[in-house]
């Protein structure tokens, strides 16, 4: 009997999913797959990795609606080509359903396994889904990437149609008569199997917004004590647990400025399509002979919060112990590490990239490189944060700074590692020298 593989990634939901609903409109009953990616996993820094436990929960979730639906999800822990030159042997494969991933690593795994699945006659076809428009889809008028956010957002806008936010009818045809059981079907693999650890942090539920949460969003997003002033979505926008469809279509009814965030997501996405040589080094290239002072002690104050800003200490204990940082915070830390230590910004992007339940190389890059000055937005190079300015306008009572500092205001809490002023002409006169 020929099958239908749909192969979930990023998007570890079944309702409102468009590789799904392709699939599941086949004619061949589906088998959804999950694959613990080894060449993925094997290069996490730590067994515990609260990204791997949000996974394999939300994994174990779709398995059980699949078994509650009468089909039966495969969950495989291996190097993907593995998996399906394993999955060639063991069915008759009809067709290979999946969505679109933007990242340099899964463009060439998906290239490697549609070619694999080619020497077999096994059709494998990739949807967007996890962003509105993609690649070539919104351009400037002169047909290249937008380099100015601005010109992007107006530009998405214009692109809008009446069905972009339209609800895929996975959930609806996720059926008995659509699935497939498969009878002896191999056991699941545990966190222990792969060598993890059960490692939870704190995530909002996966649903949608509601209007009272986000009424307020413009004025809320940026006040860093409110623990409601933004959605706190990013991990399902990441995972896919959530529809950026349903979201964005709340969004638009509900605060504008919330749908401009959510366009720099699609932003960065399509940049990373167009530039992945970003995720490597500097776009601008004058800026990548940039003499970093890469002070590993500094960084190691930074990495911990103890730089005796504090601003800076409590984004970075929020990171530590939650994987979750407060957007102002992100780019206040991020422009203290890049400007004020001058040390790389690879060394701080991948430091979130470790630690971050979020983490997003599109949004990660994009933004590290924003703040840097360094990228393809347009973002003046010069631009420093002051921390001290920072706190006093987006935590004037200091609220969020003593939630995540127990000792701030005592001896215990450490004098600043460098003087801001001598820092920021120290950093403009390295970004300018790399210019010359
Ligand atoms: C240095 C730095 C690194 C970052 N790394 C990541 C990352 O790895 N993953 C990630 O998802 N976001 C990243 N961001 C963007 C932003 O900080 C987070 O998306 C946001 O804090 C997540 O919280 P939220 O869901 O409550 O956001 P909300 O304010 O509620 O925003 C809603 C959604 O819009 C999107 N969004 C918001 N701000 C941005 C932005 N500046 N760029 C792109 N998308 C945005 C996110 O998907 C977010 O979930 C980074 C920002 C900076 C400055």
Redesign the pocket.
Known sequence: MKLTIFWHRRDLRITDNTGLAAALQGEAPVVPLFIFDRDILDKLPSKQDARVTFIYDAVEQLAQETGGASGTMLVCYGKPEEVFEQLLKDYDLAAVHTNEDYEPYARQRDEAIAKLLKQKNVPFTAHKDQVIFAKDEVLTKSGTAAKVYGAYNKAWRAALQDDSFQERPSRQLFTKKNLHRIDQAPARPTLADMGFERYEQPVTPAQLLNKNDVEH?DKT?NRLADDHG??????H??HGTLSVRQ?MSQAQELNDK?LD??I??D??MMLLWHFPETAEESYDKPFRRIEWRNNQEEFAAWCEGRTGFPLVDAGMRQLNQTG????RA??T??SFLIKDLLIDWKW??QY??DK?I????S??I???Q??AGTGVVSAPWFRIFSPESQLQKYDPKLEYVKAWIPEFGTDAYPQPIVDHKEARQRALDAFRAARK
């Open positions: 969003y997003r933004t959605t706190h979505r990013s991990v926008l990441r979201l919330l965030e959510l720099w997501r932003y960065f979750w940082m407060h957007n992100r780019i830390t991020a701080g992007e979130f990239a971050l979020d983490y997003d190389m949004n990660n994009g933004n590290w924003w703040t």
